[in-house]
């Protein structure tokens, strides 16, 4: 961190700061320069509160020069975070597709899209029994018996289940029945409900808020590791931009720029982000091709009678033509490697 002192400010003041940081046990370096010092601050630097630092009253700025996260940063941990859920890896090389219908509406439906995601290849079942809707007039899911009709899906088909929490309170609940914890975008700045599924043991899949930047959504996975929780799959679900043609414009940059920032794996969900069913195979191609560890993709036995987000689910034969070109696409890209 670097603290830009104002111009003119004594020695003694410059020093008694200095001392103030080397108290905290950092490493202070001070350049004194024409008019104005500069001091260097070596250490952990990370809990430093930069608000606080810049009230000093000889304090003209304060600049970081190191992220805010530590756990969540690769320089910390150069090796990709590989993710295990039963015997399903993300991460490091490892690929997994989940899918599933937007949300769990009947023993039939969730069987049935369970069986046919299965046999498509996908390697975790999605459904959500708690819902975020916008409205609180539209379907809000069918809580506690939908988490329990995707118990039933996974024993009879074996995948592990995805499921979002939106109440911290439900904690000890998912950690019973639930094999892979879902943030939705909502709740990414949920700091209570990231704390709480921080204590938990399942991996956290962490969807990116609806407007949030790279830094921010690291520091909520920072949130969920500082509590002991270091398994945490990042999701990009698109953002709000000026476009209004698509439901949210899926942002791929994502990919290579979290690689860069962090070790922990990135899975792509086009169908949040397209929120129409055609754009889905395109974007999956293209968030395959750049390199994503997995793919998140809603999928409906009958999307037009759908209770949430059937305009942007794909039919079982719809996804079962995705998952072929997308396991076309990552032999390829294999062999180029
Ligand atoms: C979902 O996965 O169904 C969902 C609500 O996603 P998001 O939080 O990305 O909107
Ligand atoms: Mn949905």
Redesign the pocket.
């Known amino acids: 961190m670097v603290v830009i002192m104002k111009p003119g400010t004594k020695q003694e003041d410059i020093q008694a700061l200095a001392d103030k940081f080397r108290g905290m046990g950092l490493d202070v370096g001070i350049t004194n320069g024409i008019g104005c010092s500069i001091l260097g601050l070596v250490g952990d630097t990370i809990s430093l509160d930069i608000d606080k630092i810049s009230m000093e009253p000889n304090v003209e700025r304060v600049m970081r020069v190191q992220e805010p996260y530590k756990k969540a940063n690769r320089k910390f941990h150069p090796e990709d975070t590989v993710v295990t859920v039963g015997d399903v890896k993300i991460g490091g090389g490892n690929f997994a597709v989940i899918a599933g219908p937007?949300?769990v509406e009947s023993e039939a439906q969730i069987c049935e899209v369970a069986e046919d995601v299965k046999r498509s290849g996908a390697k975790l079942l999605?459904g959500?029994a708690f819902?975020?809707r916008t409205s609180p007039y539209s379907f809000q899911g069918m809580g506690t018996p939908g988490l329990d009709l995707l118990v039933e899906a996974r024993a009879k088909t074996g995948l592990p289940i995805v499921t979002?929490i939106m109440d911290p309170r439900m904690a000890d609940l998912f950690e019973r029945e639930v094999d892979v914890v879902?943030?939705?975008?909502?709740?990414?700045q949920n700091f209570e409900l990231l704390k709480e599924v921080g204590k938990m043991s399942k991996p956290i899949l962490l969807?990116?808020g609806?407007s949030n930047t790279y830094e921010e959504w690291i520091m909520s996975a920072e949130y969920i590791m500082a509590e002991g929780n270091e398994n945490v799959i990042l999701?990009e679900?698109?953002v709000r931009t000026f476009e209004s043609f698509t439901r949210n414009t899926l942002d791929i940059s994502a990919v290579p720029a979290i690689r860069q920032m962090s070790h922990l794996p990135i899975v792509i969900?086009p169908?949040?982000a397209a929120g129409m069913y055609w754009m889905v195979e395109p974007l999956a191609l293209a968030a395959t091709a750049i390199g994503c560890d997995g793919l998140?993709i809603?999928v409906h036995n009958d999307p037009p009678h759908a209770k949430?987000?059937g305009q942007q689910s794909l039919t079982p034969a719809k996804f079962d033509a995705l998952m072929q070109k997308v396991t076309s696409l990552r032999q390829w890209l294999t062999q180029q490697a």
């Open positions: 937007c949300s999605r959500g819902k975020p979002e879902q943030v939705g975008a909502r709740n990414m969807k990116r609806l999701c679900r698109g969900d169908s949040h998140i809603e949430c987000d």
